[in-house]
């Protein structure tokens, strides 16, 4: 399938409703929605920068369930991809910090899957993560069989697992098909995560060795590949179709060592690629106890939690089987050239960030 196939397709989706329209995926989902003549309504707490003649904007709070019931209106397909990224345990936040990611990760998924049934929508595609189902084991190859994670370590997946579990219940209630996406790391143009933290830790001079020893490979999900992904399954939501009820690794099919995969984007925006490296268990204890000293003793927070260095030190890879075969997905882009489409938004990311630090 070539790389305008989808886009044209997408124009059957009637039209369409994104959650979390001024994020990182929401934008980029938008503007292909756009760009394939889609009329797209985006919903988000900011503002959506795009403009478009058929791009409609809300702003509002996804727990404002009347107001997400009216979003949903006239709506034929909605893409949820409105989250908040918490990789801390429940136990390592404040109350504060946990309601608010189970208001907006799981009561906002559950105020659209209302609005969705309150309002005729026909497809519901959510953005999931592949961390439902990672406990803590290396895993090579992990497909759509896994169990869910049951002991839950960290707060998105905590809320993500039940929230995917809640849209994938309700597949088939008053004419409304859903289906969940399960994304690994993802990257490219808008990416305000997974670089944008790599990009502080360069510019604080923190990243002066490689975790672990090298060997541990996981996924990446290139932006324009997930959405890709997102679009085929879409378009399978439907009497007969495919993907009803069901959920998909996403992803860009090249496990890789997270190191290996970030050198061209350290070397490209001039710093050093770290040439040492250290153990992940002796790593992985200092960032425990260092922890644990922030919660107890309300110490200074380490520069990033034990999970993250867990998360890139063992095996971490899933399969694209199902969706290949289900679907039809292959990635657009391999990461070579994702990469070379994406490193001079890194570049500009890195001088924003720069410039921020020196004023």
């Not at 707490?45 to 702003?59: F, M, R, S």
Request: aromatic share 8%; proline share 5%.
């Amino acid at each position: 399938m070539n790389k305008q196939k989808t886009v044209a397709d997408a124009a059957a989706l009637g039209r369409v409703l994104v959650t979390g329209g001024a994020g990182f995926v929401g934008q980029n989902l938008a503007r292909t929605l756009l760009d394939s003549g889609c009329k797209v309504r985006v919903f988000d707490l900011a503002l959506c920068p795009l403009e478009h003649e058929n791009l409609e904007k809300i702003q509002g709070n996804i727990c404002d369930e009347a107001l997400v019931a009216e979003a949903c209106k006239d709506i034929d397909t909605v893409f949820h991809t409105a989250a908040i990224i918490e990789i801390r345990s429940s136990k390592a936040v404040p109350e504060s910090v946990r309601k608010l990611s189970y208001d907006i990760n799981l009561g906002g998924t559950k105020n659209i899957v209302a609005g969705c049934l309150q309002q005729g929508v026909q497809r519901l595609i959510y953005t999931s993560s592949n961390s439902v189902v990672i406990n803590g084991q290396p895993i090579s190859h992990g497909d759509e069989t896994m169990a869910y994670v049951e002991d839950y370590r960290d707060l998105y997946t905590e809320t993500k697992t039940k929230a995917e579990r809640f849209v994938l219940a309700n597949n088939g209630k008053n004419g409304l098909y859903t289906c969940a996406i399960r994304p690994s790391g993802i990257w490219g143009p808008g990416d305000q995560t997974m670089f944008k933290l790599l990009i502080e830790q360069l510019i604080k001079g923190v990243l002066k060795v490689r975790p672990g020893d090298g060997s541990a490979k996981l996924d990446n999900s290139y932006v324009h590949n997930l959405i890709h992904g997102k679009l085929l399954a879409a378009l399978q939501l439907k009497d007969g179709g495919s993907s009803p009820g069901e959920a998909y690794f996403i992803n860009d099919n090249e496990p890789v060592n997270m190191m290996d995969f970030s050198r061209p984007v350290i070397e490209a925006l001039g710093h050093p690629f770290p040439k040492r490296t250290i153990p992940f268990k002796f790593l992985v204890a200092i960032l425990t106890v260092w922890q644990k000293g922030h919660e107890w003793f309300k110490l200074p927070e380490p520069p990033q939690p034990p999970l993250a260095v867990e998360r890139i030190c063992i095996d971490n890879y899933f399969s694209i089987e199902k969706a290949r075969d289900q679907l039809g997905y292959e990635p657009l882009y391999n990461t070579e050239e994702a990469m070379k489409e994406c490193l001079p938004y890194y570049h500009q990311l890195h001088q924003q960030m720069l410039a921020a630090l020196r004023k």
